[in-house]
C-alpha cells in the first residue's frame, strides 16, 4: 500500500514513477510543481541565493537520475525530494570549506611612515586556550540539556535544527500531527533556554 494518500502526494509519485522511465515531459511537470519549495530547503542551509539556485539545478540532476529508486511505500514523495535538496546542499556547503581560499597581503603604511603588510596586524580568529575552555563548556551542557527532554522533543529538534526540516515536514517524517509536533519543538526549546540558563548561571 502506498505512502501517499493526498491527491498532490499521488500526483508527484505518478511523476517520479515517470521520470525513472525517462519522461522528460514528466520531469518538466515534476520541476514546475516542487522547484519553488525545493528552493525553498536549500535556502534553509545554503543563505547565499545564487548558489542556491545553482544547488536546485544539481538537485534536479540528482532526481532525474535517481527518480527510479523513489519507493513511495517507504515514503511521502515530497519527503524524498527534500531529502535529495537536503543532501546536495549540504554537499555544497562542505565543498566550499574545502576549497582552498586565497588571499593577497595588502600593504601600506604605518604611523612612522614605513611601509607595512597589513595582515601582520590583524588579530587572529583562532580561539585561545580560555575560548576554547569555553565552548566545551558550552557544549556538554548543550548536551546535558538535551539529554533531559522527552524523546519525542529531542526527536523533533534533531530533525527541525540539525537536518532543517519545517515543522510540517518533521510531522510527515515522524507520522505524528502538526500541532503535537510544534507542541514538542516549543516546549523542548522552552526547557533547553532554562537548562542553558541555569548553568551559564552557575559558571560564575
Given at each position: 500500500m502506498s505512502v501517499a494518500a493526498d491527491p498532490r502526494s499521488e500526483e508527484l509519485a505518478r511523476l517520479l514513477a515517470r521520470v525513472g522511465l525517462a519522461d522528460r515531459a514528466a520531469f518538466a511537470a515534476l520541476y514546475q510543481?516542487?522547484?519553488?519549495?525545493?528552493l525553498g530547503v536549500v535556502l534553509r542551509i545554503q543563505r547565499d541565493r545564487a548558489l542556491a539556485e545553482d544547488v536546485l539545478q544539481e538537485v534536479f540532476v540528482n532526481i532525474w537520475r535517481a527518480a527510479g529508486s523513489f519507493d513511495p511505500v517507504r515514503s511521502q514523495p515530497m519527503t524524498w525530494l527534500a531529502?535529495?535538496?537536503?543532501?546536495?546542499?549540504?554537499?555544497?556547503?562542505?565543498?566550499?570549506?574545502?576549497?582552498?581560499?586565497f588571499e593577497s597581503t595588502?600593504?601600506?603604511?604605518?604611523?612612522?611612515g614605513d611601509e607595512v603588510d597589513l595582515l601582520d596586524h590583524v588579530p587572529s580568529d583562532i580561539p585561545g586556550p580560555q575560548d576554547q575552555l569555553g565552548l566545551m563548556a558550552q557544549a556538554r551542557?548543550?548536551?546535558?540539556?538535551?539529554?533531559?527532554?522527552?524523546?519525542e522533543q529531542q526527536q523533533c529538534i534533531a530533525l527541525a535544527f540539525y537536518q532543517g526540516l519545517s515543522h510540517a515536514e518533521v510531522a510527515t517524517h515522524l507520522r505524528q500531527p502538526l500541532g503535537s509536533v510544534k507542541s514538542w519543538v516549543r516546549r523542548?526549546?522552552?526547557s533547553l533556554k532554562t537548562c542553558l540558563q541555569r548553568s551559564a548561571a552557575m559558571e560564575f
Open positions: 510543481r516542487t522547484s519553488a519549495q525545493l531529502s535529495v535538496a537536503r543532501n546536495r546542499a549540504i554537499d555544497s556547503l562542505r565543498r566550499r570549506e574545502t576549497q582552498p581560499v595588502s600593504r601600506g603604511f604605518g604611523p612612522d551542557a548543550v548536551k546535558r540539556c538535551l539529554g533531559g527532554l522527552s524523546g523542548g526549546l522552552l
